[in-house]
């Protein structure tokens, strides 16, 4: 099973833009219905059976959709691809995209096309589609896809050799969370790679040190910008299930165990520690990211959904805030 | 102190993305549908473009009669004109009588991927040239160290009052003089949401809303009462804020708090805003 590193994210996000042209609607290929830079959102076989067959799985679509159109797509349009799906895999090409026209999709952008493809990745990686609409922040869609598609119905894990992510009804395990340092750049912070004799490089600063103090304001301060549901979406959200003052004291508590004199290195930047850290999952032994929130938008980038966060630590070693960050943003490659 | 509603204002433009309140201007409202971008003034439509290619928007403050301010991509527009300010992709704007203020959140002040980001903020004359950090002057206050985000701000005058992330004070500062003074809050200021005022008082609101699930003890909203003449601060009941609001129409459960241009506070439900006026007697 391939692995899902920070790398590999900053990697595809570089190499996405020139991976294939953009097609900003959607249109039937060999492989299937396609929408954006070769993302693929459904698997067809031309094989002239009934229905638009196995591979037409609706709740992915749907995320896909959602997520590539950032706001809800309507149950008339699902059906119109659906039919359009049964035309083409049936043999009536041209029947076919007329019915994906009559779908009334608007084009999408390139953002439109890579928040499709990064929705794509996190649904191959085993995540539900109700799990991406919801921190994607549709919680009403994610309710009523997992009311209509079974949310009690386990889908198959990432690795199993199936399709991940699919409603199936084998069964799974949860795995060992692992968060691992990641390094931020932060402008303004000369970092020096010659570090004092007494450093050991990867070692953990945490062993000697105590866990920085998060004050109930700073908590509350915390929770108010980045707590799932809160506004101002141009601050990172955590999950609903990070947005709790035990998940945050954990995410920083994990962040610190993972920090190196390294990090500490940084400290006179405004008088700040940045730690930054990723959250993974062991699964059949190898990690995939957790996703814990979204990046913050507004700039000219999107708000993506991100395993990594950054914790700010003052010269007292007081918590001063700590939110999910774009993964491939302001990453130091030194770091693997 | 006495609380009231006025220039109560539908809110009628499909498509709403943001929108300003003035007393004297009217509304301002930002339009967009798809990659379709449109500015109304008092509903009646000021410029439209589409997404490409154009400033980024999704606020807008006026700025003059006949021009409003739109950001994140920081651009004055007007019938005639997209005049880009010297500001990086400010979250917030307030605007004075001679300057413009623009403000970046905690993620700009730490990460600083633009120029000036790391101000907290950025001082611009009202023709858009950048004229200084706001920190350039705080910078040796030990009072500021803790610094990273304005939470609510209002001008007066050519003067900036506000609060910052994590100072339990109110700052005012006189962007002419390039002086400031501060003012001591016997209490915690964190979750203060919108403030307004003068030369003479500042009102805040804190909004608990989306503290109070685990903290459940804390009111939905609160108010801070400053006097800037006598340099003091007192916590004050929101009850007359909540009359006004009731009276007003306004479910105070379902409320947005927001800044306008001019220093007011504009409440809003989504279909209807208005600006909240105190004023001192019973």
């Avoid at chain 1, 953990?204 to 929770?223: D, G, H, R």
């Amino acid at each position: 099973m391939m692995q899902f590193t920070r790398e590999d994210m900053a990697r595809d996000f570089a190499a996405w833009r020139g991976c294939a042209p953009i097609r900003d609607s959607m249109t039937f290929t060999e492989g299937g219905l396609v929408l954006g830079r070769g993302t693929l959102l459904a698997t067809l076989e031309e094989d002239a059976g009934a229905g638009p067959g196995p591979g037409f799985d609706e709740p992915r679509i749907l995320a896909h959709l959602i997520g590539a159109y950032g706001q809800p797509v309507s149950g008339d349009v699902i059906k119109k691809i659906r039919r359009a799906s049964a035309l083409w895999r049936a043999g009536d090409k041209g029947l076919a995209q007329i019915y994906l026209a009559l779908a009334g999709l608007p084009r999408i952008s390139d953002w439109d096309a890579y928040r499709l493809h990064l929705v794509n990745k996190l649904l191959r990686r085993g995540l539900g589609p109700g799990d991406v609409l919801k921190i994607m922040g549709f919680q009403q869609e994610a309710r009523e896809l997992e009311k209509k598609y079974n949310q009690n119905q386990p889908r198959v894990p990432s690795g199993s050799g199936a399709e991940s992510g699919r409603w199936t009804s084998g069964g799974g395990g949860a795995g060992q969370r692992i968060v691992q340092r990641v390094d931020v750049n932060v402008v303004g912070v000369t970092r020096s790679d010659v570090r004092p004799a007494w450093i050991v490089p990867g070692a953990q600063f945490a062993q000697a040190n105590p866990t920085p103090v998060i004050s109930a304001k700073t908590m509350e301060k915390i929770l108010r910008g980045h707590g799932f549901g809160t506004p101002d979406d141009t601050k990172g959200k955590f999950t609903p299930d990070n947005s709790t003052p035990e998940a945050i004291s954990r995410l920083v508590e994990d962040a610190w165990k993972s920090a190196t004199p390294d990090d500490l290195g940084a400290g006179d930047w405004k008088g700040n520690v940045v730690i930054g850290a990723k959250v993974m999952e062991l699964v059949d032994g190898a990690p995939q990211p957790v996703i814990i929130g979204v990046s913050g938008k507004e700039r000219p980038a999107p708000s993506i959904p991100t395993d990594t966060y950054i914790v700010v630590i003052d010269s007292n070693n007081n918590v001063k805030t700590c939110y999910p960050i774009n993964p491939v943003d302001k990453i130091n490659p030194r770091d693997e | 102190m006495q609380v009231s509603m006025s220039h109560l204002t539908e809110l009628t433009i499909p498509g709403l993305e943001a929108f300003d309140l003035d007393p004297d201007f009217g509304l301002a409202s930002l339009q967009i549908e798809g990659d379709d971008v449109a500015i109304y003034l008092n509903n009646s439509l000021l410029r439209s473009w589409t997404h490409e290619g154009h400033p980024q928007a999704s606020q807008i403050r006026w700025f003059a009669r006949g021009e409003v301010v739109i950001f994140p991509k920081a651009t004055i527009v007007s019938t005639t004109n997209f005049l880009s300010l010297s500001a990086a992709w400010p979250t917030d704007l307030f605007l004075s009588r001679n300057h413009i203020f623009a403000a970046y959140n905690e993620e700009q002040f730490f990460t600083g991927r633009a120029e000036h980001e790391s101000d907290l903020v950025s001082v611009l004359s009202r023709t858009g040239g950048y004229e200084f950090s706001l920190m350039q002057y705080f910078n040796p206050d030990r009072d500021a160290h803790n610094f990273m985000e304005v939470e609510a701000a209002y001008c007066f005058d050519d003067h900036l009052a506000f609060i910052a992330y994590d100072s339990d004070k109110l700052w005012i500062f006189d962007a002419g003089a390039l002086t400031y003074r501060k003012i001591q809050a016997p209490f915690s200021l964190a979750s203060i949401q919108a403030m307004t005022g003068d030369e003479k008082k500042a009102y805040a609101i804190f909004d608990n809303r989306y503290s109070s699930q685990h903290y459940p003890d804390l009111p939905p909203f609160e108010l801070a009462v400053f006097d800037l003449v006598a340099g003091t601060a007192v916590r004050s009941s929101f009850a007359p804020v909540e009359a006004a609001l009731i009276a007003a129409g306004f479910d105070p459960a379902g409320i947005t708090l927001q800044p306008n241009a001019s220093g007011r506070i504009i409440v809003s439900d989504g279909k209807k805003a208005a600006l909240l006026e105190f004023c001192d007697g019973d």
